[in-house]
């Protein structure tokens, strides 16, 4: 009964936390100064100004704009986009979701894989001149902003040596089709995975083998090899299992800068766009849709661990 | 045939001509690409619709889909052409007052039906309906109840469009206006399907950016579309004029950096681009020279220049003094427009000493050609430009020297070039006159746009694109209380408004000419605006590319005739 509690609890929370980023986003768009018109209305005589944003209904005071705004919400209209007409969230996602996701899914397989094993060497020869690589190679990686690797990898391959095309995206076959264009760009986009996962299961297993129960497993005769597969590591992927949902999570809301470059009809070269470009509606809905799939992996998670571990529920479910 | 139409006939037969030279010389078939498949950059489309048109890359995309009643090419002079397209022939009435128009029985939709004077009529209608709100409505004013049915007062009916038969139709201008063969050529003026846009409006669907409700009238139709990505034309076998179209297929993707266009030019992977970082002119000489790129540089219908602030309904900046003409002279002319040229467009472009740029006609008059520009003169007029600045300090009575005078210019989104540009500007004004110039820096377009229209700035800098080949697309922007005084400065002086007043309905071309002349140099000597440079475009295409356009006015790109060698 109180694991149902708890589960009903983080369900409000999850809920008000919504309603909460819904509210701030659309004052915060409201407080900037101009619109999605400003930009179009700028060379614009007044008299047609004035109808453009009857149109759009944006002369209306900012209150009604809001209630209308979260009347929608609540029937999963989040609105036509203003700069786009006729396209609406729903369609934007469904067409430009599953070419981020693949990105990201690509990445996110490839940079965890090479990172966890990078880590796991680094870790296991501690002190060594392999860990000092690994330790160098994930700071390097890090501090480098994605986009010099694309533009980078962009120049060498396909410029130069012409292994690869220098744009594009498979447009049939989403999923599995096309590899050629996405070998770049999955590339240029793991970096960050490889550095950031490296160092996790590195700093997570030292801590586990620094425990008294590895020395017991020590002392009871196990090899370093048995001591490491069966006790350092299991117990050192509870971390990465804590992260790994959030990658996931994040793995749809796209890249800009490797979109941006590789030219990829992807979520996150349209989200900043419509930032920069005030489309109100398009901005709301991404929002909304991106942190209600992100509070919902929270949330997932927080119930898989109380189910793992229910000393995470009765401690009141603090994580 | 009256005198009219008989001048007009004759230069159209020359403009036919021309444009034959532009077409690749007839030779061998095999030494054409087998595969005629072009791919672009191109920007995606707000929109489909052509009647509400508003950027350069709608204008581009809908140039090739759709098509009016002229189509513009470039001559190898890379001065613009416009041929008859959707129209056979067209009479002008003796008092220059009535338009009409026959259209070319061949033409036909997409979808086989055929284009008729309806479909004009209802487009020319639609501009105007005050309902939609269309940017480029102003255009159709000149047409007799036009502005008054947009502005709610008059009815549709008195609107003076009419439809004589299914091929012909007329127009009549409440004045004559020289300029009004070139405005309605340009794409809001290009037919609709009204049954199309009835019948998406009853089933919910959206018009405005689903391309597969839309048919199509140019060379090409839109094959498919993904969002902010790419779109794919083929090759519109109604087209009335398929045989000159050897294009089968266009392939346009967004490519938003610089340097991968760059990558995908050097790689041929990319027909011909408009260099938008012109650092890669000398760059790409070699592939110039060595033949791999062509290359050619043309003036845009542009100019870069400083607004002051004038307005009626303001002090005249947070300094007070813009509004006297001596100041805004001086500063004018403190700025050395060569040496701006060199630093901050490697040289590229044209300085620019009057408001109008190269290459815009009166009749068949180049402006520029016709006279000095006009800064020219006053520079060597006024050598001391303290003196004059301190004139003018005199006139509005203002105690104390330049170096009291503090002027702000507001800016936004900054780049190492803008900042450096508006150093320089510091610069030039300590030099020449003492005074000090604050930059007030924005971080977006929207901060910027209030803090202007607050009118907390002395000057800013503005590029203006013109909109059709005629120098009344500048000129107009500087009358009295006209739509876009706002982003100008305000500038409002009776003679120059009854110059151009009598200009535009002057039906003299050479007479129309001296009163643009005349009024640009009011304009100029009362400072109403300071020019800096005129734009020059750098295009480059692939070796193999024959019958490429670039016109001055419309699409960017005129790439239906194109036809690929063998490479």
């Given at each position: 009964m109180s694991f149902l509690r708890y589960a009903l609890k983080k369900l409000a929370v999850m809920l008000l936390t919504l309603y909460l980023i819904a509210t701030a986003t659309f004052f915060l768009l409201a407080a900037t100064p101009g619109d999605a018109l400003s930009a179009r209305v700028e060379r614009l005589p007044e008299t047609v100004t004035q109808r453009l944003y009857e149109k759009y209904g944006l002369n209306k005071p900012i209150m009604e704009r809001y209630i209308t705004t979260m009347k929608g919400l609540l029937h999963g209209d989040f609105g036509e986009s203003i700069i786009y007409q006729g396209e609406t969230v729903q369609s934007i996602i469904r067409q430009k979701g599953p070419v981020s996701a693949r990105l990201g899914l690509q990445q996110m397989l490839l940079g965890v894989t090479i990172g966890l094993l990078l880590g796991l060497l680094a870790a296991v020869k501690k002190g060594s001149l392999w860990d000092y690589l690994v330790v160098v190679f994930s700071i390097l990686l890090i501090s480098v902003p994605n986009l010099v690797f694309a533009l980078l990898l962009q120049q060498v391959f396909a410029g130069q040596l012409r292994l690869f095309p220098v744009i594009g995206w498979p447009k049939e076959n989403i999923w599995l089709g096309g590899w050629e264009y996405t070998v770049l760009p999955t590339l240029a986009g793991c970096f960050g995975y490889i550095a950031s996962y490296a160092r996790l299961l590195k700093a997570s297993m030292l801590d586990v083998m620094n425990q008294e129960y590895i020395l017991t497993a020590e002392s009871k005769g196990l090899t370093h090899r048995e001591v490491i597969l069966h006790h350092v590591l299991r117990n050192a992927f509870i971390p990465i299992v804590t992260y790994l949902p959030m990658s996931l999570a994040m793995c749809i809301t796209g890249s800009f800068f490797i979109e941006s470059v590789f030219s990829i009809p992807g979520l996150g070269l349209y989200y900043v766009n419509a930032v920069a470009a005030q489309d109100v509606t398009i901005v709301m809905g991404e929002t909304v849709i991106i942190s209600a799939i992100y509070i919902f992996v929270i949330f997932i998670t927080d119930i898989l661990y109380s189910i793992v571990d229910p000393r995470i529920r009765i401690k009141g479910g603090k994580r | 045939m009256n005198a009219v139409s008989r001048k007009l006939l004759s230069v159209l037969i020359a403009c036919m001509l021309l444009t034959v030279s532009l077409m690749p010389l007839a030779g061998a078939e095999e030494e054409y690409a087998e595969e005629q498949v072009l791919n672009l950059t191109y920007q995606d489309l707000n929109l489909i619709d052509v009647n509400d048109v508003r950027n350069s890359n709608e204008f581009q995309v809908l140039t090739e889909v759709q098509e009016g009643l002229f189509r513009t090419f470039s001559s190898e002079d890379h001065t613009d052409v416009a041929v008859l397209a959707g129209a056979e022939s067209y009479e002008v009435s003796e008092d220059g007052l009535t338009y009409t128009f026959h259209l070319r029985p061949e033409c036909k939709w997409s979808d086989g039906v055929p284009v008729t004077a309806q479909n004009y009529v209802d487009s020319w209608l639609r501009l105007i309906d005050p309902e939609e709100a269309f940017a480029y409505a102003e255009l159709a004013f000149g047409i007799a109840g036009a502005e008054s049915y947009y502005e709610g007062e008059g009815a549709r009916e008195d609107v003076a469009i009419a439809l004589i038969d299914d091929l012909t139709f007329s127009a009549t201008l409440a004045e004559p206006d020289a300029a009004f063969l070139k405005k309605i050529g340009m794409v809001p003026f290009y037919p609709i399907r009204k049954d199309l846009i009835d019948a998406a409006k009853e089933n919910g669907g959206n018009w405005t950016n689903d391309y597969q409700l839309h048919v199509f009238n140019g060379p090409f139709v839109i094959a498919d579309r993904v969002l902010e990505n790419s779109m794919t034309l083929v090759k519109n076998e109604e087209y009335w004029d398929k045989d000159n179209v050897y294009i089968t297929q266009v392939n346009l993707r967004v490519v938003p950096e610089s340097s991968t266009q760059a990558q995908l030019m050097e790689s041929q992977q990319l027909d011909f681009l408009k260099l938008?970082?012109?650092?890669y002119v000398d760059q790409w000489q070699r592939y110039v020279d060595n033949g791999t790129f062509q290359y050619f540089s043309q003036t845009a219908p542009s100019v870069t220049y400083i607004a002051f602030d004038?307005?009626?309904?303001?002090?005249?900046g947070p300094s007070g003094l813009m509004k006297n003409e001596k100041i805004r002279l001086a500063i004018s002319l403190a700025f050395d427009r060569e040496e701006y040229n060199l630093l901050f467009q490697n040289g590229l472009s044209t300085p620019a000493y009057s408001l109008v740029p190269y290459g815009m006609v009166v009749g068949d008059k180049e402006m520029r050609a016709a006279c000095d520009e006009p800064l020219l003169g006053l520079q060597a007029q006024y050598t001391d430009l303290r003196a004059l600045f301190e004139e003018g300090l005199k006139e509005v009575g203002f105690e104390g020297t330049p170096e009291d005078v503090t002027l702000t210019t507001i800016i936004y989104s900054p780049t190492t070039l803008t900042t450096n540009i508006n150093e320089w500007y510091k610069q030039q004004l300590k030099d020449k006159i003492g005074l000090n110039l604050n930059v007030e820096v924005y971080p977006d377009t929207s901060t910027w746009v209030s803090a202007r229209n607050a009118y907390q700035y002395d000057f800013y800098t503005m590029g203006w694109f013109g909109d059709f080949n005629d120098p009344i697309t500048f000129l107009n922007l500087f009358t009295t209380g006209n739509g876009y005084a706002r982003f100008m400065g305000g500038f409002s002086d009776s003679e120059y408004d009854a110059l151009i007043a009598k200009a535009s309905s002057s039906q003299d071309d050479a007479e129309r000419l001296q009163l643009y002349i005349d009024a640009e140099k009011i304009l100029m000597e009362r400072g109403g605006t300071a020019p800096i440079y005129f734009a020059q475009n750098q295009y480059y295409s692939q070796s193999y590319v024959t019958g490429l356009s670039c016109p001055t006015f419309g699409a960017e790109f005129e790439f239906s005739r194109v036809r690929l060698l063998k490479h």
């Open positions: - | 938008e970082d012109i650092e004038m307005h009626d309904d303001a002090n005249g």
